[in-house]
């Protein structure tokens, strides 16, 4: 993903892994797929969340996807030290996944819509290899509603800075309060929308 | 409370009443005190979580006091009408507590400080008036946390005008950040905040 906010560096790599072990608990406590899903994770990045998915989730067979070759290999690392067997790699663009429609019986998108131009069309995408009935799980943030305590004008300057960069490059670091009508416009039904505070 | 920034007519008793009932889960879900416990309910206003403490905690004996006679006389009511038996009312303020040192186990505060001058000072006073290793539970409010989509400038300058005029009438509409630090200066030790959204 080329304008990826973040940046692919190995910091931002531990980054990501640090968030997705803090956060386990708030977005995981009740991600779990009945025995036997076929679960498309798309956007897996290097693999924090799909370590935890994996984990919570045994009796599951996860195919993982991504557009970066390089975050792959981290993730397939990050699932193989972690033990886990049902994790299937690939590289593949959300735009034009190479799956059969209705090839999944889940879905798993975490952080991902944020960062793309048209995360409607993303979700319509989705919506095609998933069967009828089947759920998606869309976790994103919403950067605008971070507040502090004190607030001085370099903290909220460098949430500020983040939402613009992410806007000028495309995404949308304000989308979390957005995912009702988004998932409306994908093509899903009767969103269920939780909103969870960090 | 002459600074009451919502008033005390007819129409905001019914506010607090469904505020109440809709937050019940959210606020009382583990406000559950031991059996036996005497508790201090402070500014309890027309009642609306008096009723929801007495009922939740029948073995526990309140002492539900506010500033307002003709608040207490509704809030009496509602507690009659519930058939609750295990709350006194009493005529009080805050800052001139008509009770013994640690008279209470446990202190409980929804939405008081946020309309008070001085919260730290209220603190202080339920302290002194709570036994050594009795808990304070306080809930509070924070309108800065407000946020929604799509944001209209009618929607925002309909929150920030509450906030102005709170702060206007020497109360703090964005105290849920802060209590953290009051509860500090408030002579309480190892506070422990879980933000919760609405």
Known sequence: MENYVHGYTETEARRLQDQAVTLAGLLHRDVRFPAGSRIL?????????????ARNNPDS?????????????????????AGLT???????????LPFAEET????????????????????????RVLRKGGDITVVEGDHGSFYCHPETPAARRTVDCLVEIQAGLGGNALIGRQLDPLLLAGGFSRPKVTPRLV
Chains 1, 2 share one sequence.
């Open 86 to 96: 049902n994790v299937r790699f690939e590289q593949a663009d959300i735009f034009s």
């Open 61 to 81: 067979r996860f195919v993982s996807i991504d557009v970066s070759p390089s975050s792959l290999l981290q993730a397939e690392e990050a699932v193989g030290a």
């Open 41 to 53: 994770e798309a956007g897996c990045g290097t693999g924090s969340q799909t370590v935890l998915l």
């Open 104 to 127: 999944f019986d889940q879905v798993f998108v975490c952080f991902v819509l944020e960062h793309l131009a048209d995360p409607a069309a993303a979700l319509r995408c989705l919506r």
